[in-house]
């Protein structure tokens, strides 16, 4: 039986998401440089936003940078409803303003995405680049062995389903 998509259902699916190949990565770390020099003006790998990890199991590089969830549980979890989904991007933001510093979010977020600053006192995550560069993530750009794409939310399901689930529907 074919299940039909609802208007929102077909508008979430073209929203824009990071996905990452580890195969392809060779740890350079220009994603991070890239990050942290649009959002912070300087090379500060631990003020990215995005992290190139060497995996010793896999021997591989593993990227760490927010999935920009449907339902995030960082959102769910802000005690001042400091982070917002916006609805028509699907980009999880946090507001500077409204932010406490608590860290909650960084504890209930399953890859511990959001980081804390200790320069400016909140939580900080990925804002996909907007609205510097209009929703244009520079670590994709910066990325010269194309390990980081840009590609739409459905394509990322399935991306994530062929890659985290062993194909499983």
Same mark, same amino acid.
């Given at each position: 039986m074919t299940r039909r998509c609802s208007m929102k259902e077909k508008s979430i699916a073209k929203q824009r998401v990071l996905i %990452?190949?580890?195969?392809? /990565?060779?740890? +350079?770390?220009?994603?991070?440089?890239g990050c942290s020099l649009l959002h912070?003006?300087?090379?500060?790998?631990?003020?990215?936003?995005?992290?190139?990890?060497?995996?010793?199991?896999?021997?591989? %590089?593993?990227?760490?940078? /927010?999935?920009? +969830?449907?339902?995030?549980?960082?959102?769910?979890?802000?005690?001042?409803?400091a982070i917002v989904v916006d609805e028509k991007t699907g980009w999880v933001k946090i507001n500077p303003m409204k932010c406490i510093g608590c860290k909650?979010?960084?504890y209930a977020c399953p890859t511990s995405m959001p980081w804390f600053s200790r320069d400016h006192k909140i939580a900080m995550k990925c804002d996909f680049c907007d609205p510097v560069r209009e929703g244009k993530p520079i670590c994709a750009e910066f990325c010269s062995p194309k390990a980081l794409e840009v590609v739409t939310r459905k394509e990322g399901w399935g991306f994530f389903r062929k890659r985290y689930l062993q194909g499983e529907e």
């Amino acid at each position: 039986m074919t299940r039909r998509c609802s208007m929102k259902e077909k508008s979430i699916a073209k929203q824009r998401v990071l996905i %990452y190949y580890p195969e392809r /990565c060779t740890g +350079c770390k220009y994603c991070e440089i890239g990050c942290s020099l649009l959002h912070f003006g300087e090379i500060n790998l631990e003020k990215s936003h995005i992290h190139a990890l060497f995996d010793e199991r896999t021997k591989k %590089y593993e990227a760490l940078v /927010c999935q920009h +969830c449907e339902n995030p549980v960082c959102a769910a979890s802000c005690p001042v409803e400091a982070i917002v989904v916006d609805e028509k991007t699907g980009w999880v933001k946090i507001n500077p303003m409204k932010c406490i510093g608590c860290k909650t979010c960084i504890y209930a977020c399953p890859t511990s995405m959001p980081w804390f600053s200790r320069d400016h006192k909140i939580a900080m995550k990925c804002d996909f680049c907007d609205p510097v560069r209009e929703g244009k993530p520079i670590c994709a750009e910066f990325c010269s062995p194309k390990a980081l794409e840009v590609v739409t939310r459905k394509e990322g399901w399935g991306f994530f389903r062929k890659r985290y689930l062993q194909g499983e529907e």
